[in-house]
T-cell receptor, first 111, second 113 residues
Framework: DAGITQSPRHKVTETGTPVTLRCHQT?????MYWYRQDPGHGLRLIHY???????DKGEVSDGYSVSRSKTEDFLLTLESATSSQTSVYFC??????????FGPGTRLTVL | DQQVKQNSPSLSVQEGRISILNCDYT??????FLWYKKYPAEGPTFLIS?????DKNEDGRFTVFLNKSAKHLSLHIVPSQPGDSAVYFC????????????FGQGTRLTINP
């Protein structure tokens, strides 16, 4: 595997609470990504990072923020979780012009 | 605006036969295409890719075909095996896309013994 972990793997939370998901890599890859997977939509990019402190928005970034203070860690924060953010979240890593390697996913349920 | 579409949510194929998974795209700026395979409760894993300068790429039992004029790509698996049962996603990116991938909705492939 690509040396990528996600924590927590499962989380149940209530509407309005803040949530932070963590992605950790041991591969020293430059790029890191956060996707969400929903039925009928495949995987959709939320945010990505092209270096420490360098991030940009993806297709579905509203309601999410990210931070990358170290090469190996990429955090996804839901400032105030909503039921529409119930999903499976995947982190991915890559080098320039190479395929992306995905983590095992985090299943988030917002009640 | 779904730029990458997999119109078949599911496909059932007999073991040993050929599986053909299809994918259509609308953005003519896409220059690189990938297929990922996903088992339940796991992250997607890279399977095979093709650049827009090619029309075919082969890797063992897996072959990807690209028809740029039709904006269509397909993944052929020959022969199909029970372990191929999974959800398959096609994905695409542009040169200017900074490595950002656009995924299709996925096709669930079931290989029957």
């Amino acid at each position: 595997d690509a040396g990528i972990t996600q924590s927590p793997r499962h989380k149940v939370t209530e509407t309005g609470t803040p949530v932070t998901l963590r992605c950790h890599q041991t591969e020293n890859h430059r790029y890191m990504y956060w996707y969400r997977q929903d039925p009928g939509h495949g995987l959709r990019l939320i945010h990505y990072s092209y270096g420490v402190k360098d991030t940009d928005k993806g297709e579905v970034s509203d309601g999410y923020s990210v931070s990358r203070s170290k090469t190996e860690d990429f955090l996804l924060t839901l400032e105030s979780a909503t039921s529409s953010q119930t999903s499976v979240y995947f982190c991915a890593i890559s080098d320039p012009d190479s395929e992306q390697f995905f983590g095992p996913g985090t299943r988030l349920t917002v009640l | 605006d779904q730029q990458v579409k997999q119109n078949s949510p599911s496909l059932s194929v007999q073991e040993g036969r050929i599986s053909i998974l299809n994918c259509d795209y609308t953005n003519s700026m896409f220059d690189y295409f990938l297929w990922y395979k996903k088992y339940p409760a796991e992250g997607p894993t890279f399977l095979i890719s093709i650049s827009s300068i090619k029309d075919k790429n082969e890797d063992g039992r897996f072959t990807v075909f690209l028809n740029k004029s039709a904006k269509h790509l397909s993944l052929h698996i020959v022969p199909s095996q029970p372990g191929d049962s999974a959800v398959y996603f096609c994905a695409a990116r542009t040169i200017q896309g900074a490595q950002k991938l656009v995924f299709g909705q996925g096709t669930r492939l079931t290989i029957n013994p």
